[in-house]
């Protein structure tokens, strides 16, 4: 019923039960509605700076080494030159299209394989479950850094290394939340009333357990989204994740800290790129699992007096 | 209680054993093991010498079982760089990273609880905004990036701080543990919020209210009891992350603690060390899971009653 009025929600009048429009609960929070501007720029341009910046990330001119942020050098002056004269306007470009080449597929890949087998063995459970589980923890109970160090000790340093030892160091963590939800929800009623009436396990999964897990785990992965981001900048920064001539915002953090003292800027840049795109993704995550959640979905439609006073917790519960 | 811990700690097990050999075969899947430890300019003399004294010349179970029987002694040969025994050198590091991360835990589950349950008490107040607004942040912030900023800032700028070392009073303490504290701390607020907001509008939180207890006895006595659960799930995995940071933290903060020792020994390529810190770190974790498992238990006599003897 919800979904009929829904679809027909936005030319006439809302009904009490449609769901308003994702664009008009994005505006309604204010920093949710930054954060999505910020990570559709960093998006554009890390799918299309390359096309503008040609090969001014790796242009090396000596006798521009150094130069601090300044409005006089034109735009790839603008934010100041490493010490090889690089301009860091097109190397950030450069590295933002090298970070995002990383973390997006690892999140895809982890967040798909890893909510699959975790709904599979939590709504199964038995034989099914404990060997899940007990993959999950056997990944887990090494830190995600650890397995990269040890595995980029021996194979050698690439992105698709990278990607692919993020995309597995990850998995546990849709698996475990996958597993707890489906869990929880196969001795519900309607789950109990859908395998009465003869429905598949594969189609209760799919068709009531996961449209309810499904939240939660957007929420998680645009989490993991900053992890991951964070675990390549971190390796990288090791000097075992992205190696040179290449170039990611991690990479520039660790070539740039012999020069803090004379040129701060090669340092704080690249990590302030870090931060506002981890930041815009965590902002985004917190809007997207009360916009995702039937239940809570009501706040994102209230303008933010009227949400403050009907919070769920009432006040008289406040000491 | 008891056939639950058994059961807990054989299935625990299971992980440790892959990452026993998990370390053994990977040091095997690149072809000679002696590239792996030997430096590039060996000769092929010294190679064969070496492939001889380490038994590198025997068949693979042969070596699976040698290295096995070592495992067990905690036995992982000499370290090319000191000619020390890996084990102790591991061994040695290890306490500095246990006091940091000791710390920074304790830290952040009391922090996060306090901070956490303030929040939830009122959603989309002015503290619940700006406890999100600082623990969303803190767990965005590359701690790499936090740390340098930490010394540029309060140790050059501003000379406060010492820039690194461990030799000097409780100051030194202040930058490490900071840097390591910003991930855990911000994440616990988040799921101390979440499940706090959660238990409080949960029923039986009403049926305490209209039963006419105080408010103070509904929120520690009904819905933290209920929302500490999740809170100890995800700290004993953030206490598990926590050698991703101390790997960055006593890089940068030159303390000689098991992270530093495992990115000197990968850069310097000195696989027996690296072994015995990777396989000391796997037992600590093993023995952390176990700890998180207990108080698991202890919280949600769900959990004990979900897995039968």
Not at chain 1, 129 to 154: G, H, K, M, N, Q
Request: proline share 6%.
């Amino acid at each position: 019923m919800t979904r009929e009025k829904a679809s027909t929600g936005d030319t006439a009048v809302p009904a009490r039960t449609a769901r308003p429009s994702w664009w008009r609960m994005l505006a309604r929070d204010r920093a949710a509605a930054v954060g999505a501007v910020v990570l559709t720029v960093v998006a554009l341009v890390a799918l299309f700076g390359r096309l503008f910046i040609g090969d001014r990330a790796q242009r090396q001119d000596l006798a521009a080494s150094l130069r601090p942020p300044s409005l006089g050098d034109g735009v790839y002056g603008l934010l100041g030159t490493d010490v090889l004269g690089r301009s860091m306007v097109a190397r950030l470009i450069e590295a933002s299209a090298t970070t995002l080449s990383v973390a997006v597929p690892a999140v895809l890949s982890s967040l798909v394989i890893g909510s699959a087998l975790g709904l599979w063995a939590g709504y199964h459970r038995g034989r099914r479950e404990s060997v899940t589980l007990r993959i999950a923890d056997v990944i887990l109970s090494f830190p995600s850094l650890l397995i990269a160090v040890v595995v980029l000790y021996v194979f050698s340093p690439s992105a698709l290394n990278l990607v692919l030892i993020l995309a597995v160091t990850r998995i546990p963590v849709y698996l475990r939340t996958a597993r707890a939800e489906a869990a929880e929800l196969r001795s519900r009623l309607f789950v109990d009333a859908a395998r009465t009436f003869g429905t598949a396990g594969r189609m209760i999964i799919y068709r009531h357990i996961l449209p309810i897990a499904l939240p939660t785990l957007l929420t998680v992965a645009t989490l993991d989204f900053c992890f991951v981001m964070l675990t390549e900048s971190s390796l990288s920064f090791l000097g075992i994740g992205i190696q040179p001539p290449d170039v990611s915002w991690g990479l520039m953090v660790a070539q740039g800290r012999q020069y803090l003292q004379t040129a701060w800027w090669i340092t704080v840049l690249p990590g302030l790129a870090i931060v506002l795109t981890t930041v815009s993704a965590t902002v985004l995550a917190a809007w997207a699992r009360l916009a995702t959640d039937p239940a809570q979905r009501w706040r994102l439609t209230l303008p933010k007096k009227r949400r403050t006073a009907s919070a769920p917790v009432p006040p008289e519960m406040i000491p | 209680m008891i056939p639950f811990l058994r059961k807990r700690i054989l299935s625990s097990a299971v992980p440790l054993v892959c990452v026993v050999l998990g370390v053994f075969f990977l040091a095997r899947m690149t072809g000679n093991p002696v590239d792996l430890y030997l430096p590039l300019s060996a000769t092929s003399e010294q190679r064969a010498e070496f492939s001889a004294a380490q038994g590198f010349d025997l068949s693979i179970p042969a070596q699976l079982w040698n290295y096995l029987a070592d495992a067990v002694q905690f036995d992982f040969g000499t370290s090319l760089r000191t000619g020390q025994s890996a084990a102790s050198m591991a061994i040695e590091a290890f306490p500095v990273t246990l006091q940091l991360a000791g710390v920074t835990m304790l830290l952040a589950i009391t922090g996060a609880l306090v901070v956490g349950s303030l929040a939830a008490y009122r959603p989309n107040s002015l503290i619940d905004r700006i406890a999100s607004l600082l623990s969303m942040t803190a767990a965005s912030i590359p701690d790499f990036w936090f740390a340098i900023m930490g010394v540029l800032v309060f140790g050059v700028s501003l000379g406060l701080l010492p820039t690194s070392g461990t030799i000097g009073g409780p100051e030194i303490w202040i930058l490490p543990i900071a840097t390591l504290l910003i991930r855990p701390f911000g994440v616990l607020v988040q799921v101390v919020r979440g499940s706090m907001v959660t238990a409080l509008s949960a029923p039986y939180v009403k049926v305490a209210r209209s039963k006419g207890a105080t408010p103070r006895r509904v929120i520690f006595g009904h819905a933290l009891r209920n929302a500490v659960t999740p809170v100890l799930t995800v700290a004993g995995d953030l206490a598990v992350g926590l050698v991703n940071g101390a790997v960055i933290v006593e890089t940068i903060f030159g303390w000689p603690g098991i992270g530093k020792l495992m990115i000197d020994s990968i850069l310097q390529r000195d696989f027996a060390v690296l072994q015995a810190a990777v396989l000391l770190t796997a037992v600590t974790i093993f023995a952390l899971n176990i700890l998180v498992d207990v108080c698991h238990a202890l919280t949600d006599p769900r959990v004990r009653q979900a897995v039968p003897a």
